[in-house]
T-cell receptor, first 117, second 114 residues
Framework: AQSVTQLDSQVPVFEEAPVELRCNYS??????LFWYVQYPNQGLQLLLK??????LVKGINGFEAEFNKSQTSFHLRKPSVHISDTAEYFC???????????????FGGGTRVLVKP | DSGVTQTPKHLITATGQRVTLRCSPR?????VYWYQQSLDQGLQFLIQ???????AKGNILERFSAQQFPDLHSELNLSSLELGDSALYFC?????????????FGEGSWLTVV
């Protein structure tokens, strides 16, 4: 079984300030890691994913995340946020076993980011 | 636009009723997933279909059922609705193959049970 914990339910941040969203996971098997963003009244959009290789992953809209296997973490960061980054952010995992049908995602509880002018 | 289409976008219905939510996956995608997003439970995986067959089951209530048709669209049927079933229901899809393939989400169907 897998679980994902997002340590902050809400993060207020001023425009142009940096932000870090914390994500820890638990799994008995190796996992792939994902960050999705949900803008108000919209679906989930993939920001970035870690499958293998470099532990620092760059995504869309200036976001990046670092995979730390020893700490089972995958924290998301952006050096300077914009008002348009106001959204809910979800960390997710899937196991690495290759299945013809694909692998479901297990999500964390989400972190609401409110960017203030 | 993810390419995953869900209808209806909004639905209001009474307790005890039955509704059907529809999903068209991205062109070429064989897998369809259903998720429920509610304030108290967060994003919960309900069920997965692959090329017409059920492949994985999550926290889906017995009052809920789903199917995937030969044209690969999927329907989620919710019956004997309760107030607590009010939620945003997402459909998602991806292709077969390597794990880690991106799962693409639709914009969801908002269900309000009154």
């Amino acid at each position: 079984a897998q679980s994902v914990t997002q340590l902050d339910s809400q993060v207020p941040v001023f425009e142009e300030a940096p932000v870090e969203l914390r994500c820890n996971y638990s799994s008995s098997v190796s996992v792939y890691l994902f960050w999705y963003v949900q803008y108000p009244n919209q679906g989930l959009q993939l920001l970035l994913k870690y499958l293998s290789g470099s532990t620092l992953v760059k995504g869309i809209n200036g976001f990046e995340a670092e995979f730390n296997k020893s700490q089972t973490s995958f924290h998301l960061r952006k050096p300077s946020v914009h008002i348009s980054d106001t959204a809910e952010y979800f960390c997710a995992v899937s196991d690495v076993e290759i299945k013809a049908a694909g692998n479901k995602l297990t999500f964390g509880g989400g972190t609401r980011v409110l960017v203030k002018p | 636009d993810s390419g995953v289409t869900q209808t209806p976008k909004h639905l209001i219905t009474a307790t005890g009723q039955r509704v059907t939510l529809r999903c068209s996956p991205r062109s070429g995608d064989l897998s369809v997933y259903w998720y429920q997003q509610s304030l108290d439970q967060g994003l919960q995986f309900l069920i997965q279909y692959y090329n017409g067959e059920e492949r994985a089951k999550g926290n889906i209530l017995e009052r809920f059922s789903a199917q995937q048709f030969p044209d690969l669209h999927s329907e989620l049927n919710l019956s004997s609705l309760e107030l607590g079933d009010s939620a945003l229901y997402f459909c998602a899809s991806n292709r077969q193959g390597a794990a880690g393939n991106t799962i693409y989400f639709g914009e969801g169907s908002w269900l309000t049970v009154v």
